[in-house]
């Protein structure tokens, strides 16, 4: 499963625990190497397609979720998984987010959420917290957090999930059942970054979250899922907040139901019954 | 006295069904075997405003509308006092007497009034059957074939609103032969030959599923919205998935995925949807990703006139994005050519492993052309170094491995044995991201060195053309659809005793240097023709070439050159 390129994360990066949780995830899932898909954007979390051994294409900032929507729909046998940053999936490719869910592909989305962005060193993003200081805004964050669950729930997400990188048994087992499920599967992961993200820190992060699954919540229930989705402050939910079984994107194209587009005999297109329609 | 040419107007609001009666009328002429050739001229509205369809009908083939028209059918009289200098002396106006107020200014025209309203209403159809009744008129007026309008009416309708609208054909066509004697000059049949009538998104449609193009995704945009709706229409019947994307950005970025799978993949847009995709661009360029993207061009900057047409996208789509990297941008003249250069688009852009861009325009992609039917076996798929189902080499696959030809074999997910790596980063041969200075060289060489054996292959598929003599007073050099109105204007300057030849030239990107010398070399005065301010072919000519040329005759009002004015315009250019 491992790559010869050097890995460049700082030490004690959340990053670390993302890619320890998906690798055990792949190897429980058994998938084969071939057969699997990375897909990710720019930005510290982009490097994990070139730590994975398995095919992939690493894209532009933003746009994850549509080629990986591309390559999910062509070919439905691949196992795609797509890694995008928190300023990846929720500012530049927000436009993404909403259309992806409603269309319920089936494919995985990580969220790598370190609620800062990371590689241009230390600028405030959407789940930024309150008052954050970073070197945009040097002054504090000035308007409330994105909240990405209580989006999914709303947008027609089938599995809405929230992870923690310092917690990477529990995250495989969230990765097991994204990619399980048929459908989108969604997890927004707790991703901390030691290097600008002074204030949700692996402590931080340690004293607040609990897990869902530890409360009898019920993750059918769509309406207690978006109230769990507004905890925020001294106890943060993670797990598995919602999830429905609904026909896919796929699923509602009859005239090629499962079939890989890919492997079609392109020679014996015959247009010519369509060509008298222009008689 | 019979005619050779002819052409019809039809006008009023928007939502009278002009368009559709412009293209029941085509159909009639072309199946008494005479030569047609329609366009639409539409404002961005959907109700009211003013929107006009040309038909030009001819013995011999018609590449353009013409300068005039014969007959104007008016549904109002704004359509009368708009295009009442619009035809020729002795010309005729269908319209509806009971209704209209106007005066005409012209004396010299025939007034046809047809009470089109009453006859609808007596015949307790909906009102925009006004334009049936206008058709029928019109047929009775000319004493053409009224079995013919009448059948084309049964194939383009439900039956029950069929027999309807042939009841108000034939109304109309009574009430003009019971009127007047008829139209001074009558359009005589011919043997019908096999013909189609197609739009040029049509025929971009067709080309592509005859290819083999399993993914169309698109955002709505003028003038390739009618692709969009043609694909949608056809995706369960050849086993496509055709998205409706939430934008630009997302279409391209989904056809890059859809590439990277495996299959062929297409997206459509104009100039602003482009300019969202061009990081897209970017992405298939440094993958080395086929896409194919259809680019209809209408005028600019910005919203510019979003249903009218131009050409003035082509510096932009030859350097779109940031850094460098191969790209082929080919430029449809006609029906035809939308059709075989699509098809060609996707053997090239698989073949080099690049994305190819369709460059048209509105004029080109929404106007209706006559074409024999298309031959469906002239270009067959040849999809490159493709490996999709294992890979048997001895060492690990390199999806970007360094060949003689800079082609690298291309395997796609799920190939047995190869693990596919594709970045937007520079990359090593295996995929992985580098920042080595050498690596950096290596790679960006390795992808232009595909430029050499993809010039050496359209060196042999006509990347120019040239129509017309080859030793002429005057060489008109253009691309995409010009192409019509200046057939015609060498036309009129033949009749005219000026002799004039014309370099279609169909490949811009990589630009056919020596073809263009060539001509060049064997001119006598040389002009340039374009819809856009800036003369942005002649730019690459002289960056190509370092050499000028005699006049650029150019026009950006959003309407395309009138083959008459065109010809005058060269005449005095020369």
């Known amino acids: ?39 990710s954007g720019i930005g510290c979390h ?20 549509p080629a990986a929507t591309g390559i999910a729909l062509a070919n439905p046998d691949l196992t795609v998984i797509c890694h995008a940053g928190d300023s990846d999936c929720y500012d530049e490719g927000w436009e993404h987010f909403t259309p992806t869910l409603r269309r319920n592909i089936d494919m995985t989305l990580i969220v790598h959420d370190n609620m800062v962005l990371g590689l241009t060193t230390g600028q405030a993003t959407s789940t930024s917290q309150e008052g954050f200081l970073s070197r945009s805004t040097p002054h504090g964050v000035i308007v409330p957090p994105l909240n990405p669950i209580a989006h999914a729930i709303v947008s027609g997400g089938t599995f809405v ?73 001294d106890k943060i939910p993670i797990g598995i907040f919602y999830r429905e079984d609904r026909p896919t994107y796929r699923d509602n194209l009859p005239h090629i139901k499962g079939r890989p587009l890919t492997g079609l005999d392109l020679s014996t297109t015959d247009i010519s019954g369509l060509l008298k329609d222009f008689m | ?36 050739f329609g366009t639409n001229d539409y404002q961005s509205l959907i109700r009211g405003g003013h929107n006009f369809y040309i038909l030009r009908v001819g013995r011999e083939e018609v590449y353009s509308q013409g300068d005039f028209s014969d007959i104007l059918i008016a549904f109002n009289d704004d359509t009368i006092s708009r295009h009442e200098g619009d035809l020729v002396s002795g010309g005729g ?94 359009l005589g049949k011919q043997e019908p030959k096999q013909k189609i009538v197609i739009t040029g998104n049509e025929a971009v449609g067709l ?97 510019g006139l979003p249903t009218y047409g131009a050409q003035g996208d082509l510096r932009f789509v030859v350097h779109a994005s940031q850094g460098e990297f191969p790209r082929i941008v080919v430029a449809p003249g006609d029906v035809e050519q939308c059709f075989y250069e699509t098809m060609r688009a996707f053997n090239l852009a698989e073949k080099y492993q690049l994305p190819v861009i369709i460059l048209a325009d509105k004029y080109g992609l929404e106007s209706y052309c006559e074409a024999d039917p298309f031959d469906l076996h002239r270009i067959g798929i040849e999809r490159g170094d493709l490996i999709m189902s294992e890979y048997h080499g001895e060492e690990e696959y390199e999806r970007y491995g360094i060949m003689e030809t800079g082609i690298s074999p291309r395997a796609v997910p799920s190939t047995k044995g190869a693990i596919v790596r594709a970045n937007s980063d520079e990359h090593d041969e295996y995929g992985y991201t580098t920042e080595e200075p050498g690596l950096t060289n290596t790679m960006n060489e390795k992808r232009f060195k595909k430029l050499s054996l993809l010039l050496k292959e359209l060196d042999g598929i006509e990347s120019t053309k040239l129509y017309g003599p080859k030793s002429a007073e005057a060489t008109i050099l253009s691309w995409g659809s010009t192409k019509g109105p200046i057939r015609e204007a060498m036309k009129i300057l033949e009749a005219r005793g000026i002799t004039a030849n014309f370099l279609q030239i169909l490949y811009l990107e990589p630009f056919p240097t020596g073809a263009v010398r060539r001509v060049l070399d064997g001119a006598k005065k040389t002009v340039v023709v374009e819809n856009n301010v800036t003369s942005q072919l002649l730019s690459l000519i002289k960056e190509k070439l370092l050499r000028d040329v005699d006049h650029s005759i150019l026009k950006y009002d959003g309407r395309p050159f009138n083959p008459g004015d065109l010809s005058k315009r060269i005449e005095e250019a020369i």
Not at chain 1, 49 to 65: D, E, F, K, P, S
């Open chain 2, 207 to 303: 080309g592509a599923i005859k290819a083999g193009c399993k993914f169309y995704a698109a955002y709505p945009m003028t003038p390739l919205t009618g692709l969009l709706q043609f694909m949608a229409e056809n995706e369960r019947n050849h086993e496509m998935i055709v998205l409706q994307a939430e934008g630009e950005i997302a279409a391209i970025n989904m056809v890059v995925g859809a590439s990277y799978a495996g299959v062929r993949a297409m997206t459509g847009t104009s100039g602003g949807g482009f300019c969202l995709m061009t990081e897209g661009l970017g992405l298939a360029g440094m993958t080395e990703m086929p896409v194919v993207i259809v680019l209809g061009q209408r005028p600019g900057p910005s919203t």
């Open chain 1, 161 to 233: 999930a929230r992870g923690f990188a310092g917690d990477p048994k529990h995250l495989q087992r969230l990765i097991v059942e994204a990619v399980k499920h048929r459908g989108f599967g969604y997890i927004d992961v707790f991703q901390p970054c030691v290097t600008f993200n002074y204030l949700n820190t692996y402590q931080w992060f340690k004293e607040r979250v609990y897990k869902l699954e530890e409360t009898g919540h019920d993750a059918t229930d769509r309406w207690k899922a978006l109230e769990k989705s507004f905890e925020w402050g």
């Open chain 2, 1 to 36: 006295m019979e005619i050779d040419d002819f052409s019809v107007m039809i006008g009023g609001e928007a939502g009278d069904g002009i368009s559709r009666s412009g293209l029941v009328l085509a159909k009639t002429f072309l199946r008494g075997g005479l030569h047609i």
């Open chain 1, 1 to 39: 499963m491992a790559t010869p390129v050097p890995n460049t994360w700082c030490p004690g990066c959340g990053n670390f625990g993302i890619l320890m949780a998906l690798k055990n995830a792949l190897l429980e899932l058994g998938l084969s190497r071939e057969e699997t898909v990375l897909v």
């Open chain 1, 46 to 65: 982009g490097k994990m397609t070139n730590y994975v051994n398995t095919c992939n294409l690493h894209g532009i900032h933003g746009r994850t979720l």
């Open chain 2, 93 to 186: 106006i269908i319209y509806d007497g009971e209704i209209s107020k106007i005066a005409l200014r012209r004396s010299d025209l025939k007034r046809y009034t047809v009470p089109l309203n009453r006859i609808v209403e007596e015949l307790k159809g909906r009102t925009i059957m006004r334009n049936t009744v206008a058709l029928g008129a019109l047929v009775g007026l000319l004493n053409y074939d009224l079995a013919l309008l009448n059948q084309v009416i049964k194939d383009s309708f439900e039956p029950k609103v069929a027999d309807l609208n042939i009841a108000a054909a034939e109304r109309g066509y009574k009430y003009a032969k019971e009127n007047y004697s008829g139209f001074d000059y009558q």
